[in-house]
């Protein structure tokens, strides 16, 4: 499968952005899907994830309450509603698929599939 994740862009710290990621070549119903993000000079880290049929979602502690993950299987896309944004959530982020990530789905290394990556950039 191929992932394009876009949504992303400049916004003032409490502004809201959505994210999609967007499924091709193969059908992303298949696929357990998650956020990660990137922040300059720091290592990649788990954002969210949702599971197959969407029933299942995690959060990482630093989002929780602000971030909300869903997936239209019709559509063949994810999304990630990112509300009351901080400067600390500037980030790339990333989605990506795993056909199988079970207990280990906040680790990248679970995931097979990767998008490009979208900017986003919150100022304070």
């Known amino acids: 499968v191929q992932l394009q994740a876009s949504g992303g862009g400049l916004v003032q710290a409490g502004d809201s952005l959505r994210l999609s990621c967007a499924g091709s070549?193969?059908?992303?119903?298949?696929?357990?899907m998650g956020w990660f993000r990137q922040a300059p000079g720091k290592e990649r880290e788990f954002v969210s994830h949702i599971s197959k049929n969407g029933g299942t979602t995690y959060y990482a502690d630093s989002v929780k309450g602000r971030f909300t993950i869903s997936r239209d299987n019709a559509k063949n896309t994810v999304y990630l509603q990112m509300n009351s944004l901080k400067p600390e959530d500037t980030a790339v982020y990333y989605c990506?698929?795993?056909?199988?990530?079970?207990?280990?789905?906040?680790?990248?290394?679970?995931?097979?599939?990767w998008g490009q990556g979208t900017q986003v950039t919150v100022s304070s």
């Open positions: 990506a698929a795993a056909l199988g990530a079970s207990y280990y789905y906040s680790s990248g290394a679970a995931y097979g599939y």
């Open positions: 070549g193969r059908t992303i119903s298949r696929y357990e």
